[in-house]
């Protein structure tokens, strides 16, 4: 990956994902219970460490080798350095593999290695990216929700949109988490889901963004913006908050 991201970007994301990870886990674990979990650009593993603290007993984390491993949130046997671009094979099945606001930070090229990562690892995967307009840093591949979605149906898998009616007015989940969430499951994995999942179903090509009034305009107007410019704005914001709490978690 040509972007390197420093420990400022992780301080800021770690602070939304810690935040937002507790009622989201709970969320999915009212309707299933995985008891391994892997997770796909990790950063430091705090979504991990989030997993543990529910009781999921073994999990593991992908990132590139620029994650400092001096502040990992998991052991370092549980970080597994790759370049996300090429697929990614750690030989073992996980009950539930995830990835999450990491498709937008990868060449569109390697879309298709991502999903791929992700379904040789599990039959069931929590997975969200940035949409267009949402603005990040160095977010090169924003893709509407039904790219993945079609990604994800070349490999057998389904849409449930279970979530993201149940999350939308949660503001203790930071917004693309709870508008962008999506589980997706092959026939095994569908076999385990509940009904009221089930019934969450989307056909495919048609699962389509939601957001607030504000969030949606917010996209209309990033939209317009330079890369470049998202991507200061993005950084500039990124630098505020990590030091408005110190960079600590």
């Known amino acids: 990956m040509s972007h390197i991201y420093s420990n400022e970007f992780f301080d800021y994301i770690d602070h939304g994902a810690r935040q937002s990870a507790n009622s989201l886990i ?20 705090v979504w991990l460490s989030e997993w543990a603290a529910a009781g999921c007993k073994d999990i ?31 030989g073992q099945r996980f009950d539930l593999a995830q990835s999450l606001e990491v498709g937008e930070h990868l060449p569109n090229e390697a879309s298709a290695s991502l999903v791929q990562s992700l379904t040789t690892h599990a039959d069931m995967i929590l997975f969200s990216a940035a949409v267009p307009g949402q603005g990040g840093e ?13 990604l994800f149906a070349d490999r057998g898998y389904s849409a449930y949109d279970c979530l993201r009616p149940v999350l939308f007015s949660d503001t203790s ?3 693309w988490y709870r508008y962008n969430t999506v589980l997706y499951a092959n026939e095994s994995g569908a076999k385990i889901l509940p009904p009221d999942v089930l019934k969450t179903k989307v056909a495919d090509g048609a699962l ?3 957001g607030t009034f504000g969030w949606n305009l917010r996209k209309t107007i990033v939209r317009r ?3 470049a410019t998202v991507t200061a704005i993005a950084q500039a914001r990124a630098s505020i908050i990590a030091r408005s709490y110190g960079g600590k978690e």
């Open 173 to 175: 989940i930071e917004p």
């Open 138 to 150: 160095f977010h090169i591949n924003e893709q509407p929700l039904s790219f993945w979605q079609g």
């Open 208 to 210: 389509k963004e939601v």
């Open 26 to 45: 709970r969320c999915v674990q009212s309707w299933i219970a995985p008891q391994s979990v892997v997770d796909f650009g990790c950063g430091r593993g």
């Open 60 to 90: 593991a984390g992908v990132d590139g080798n620029y994650v400092d491993r001096e502040r990992l949130a998991i052991s370092r046997d549980a970080f597994f350095g790759h370049d996300l671009i090429q697929p990614v094979d750690l």
């Open 225 to 227: 913006l330079p890369r």
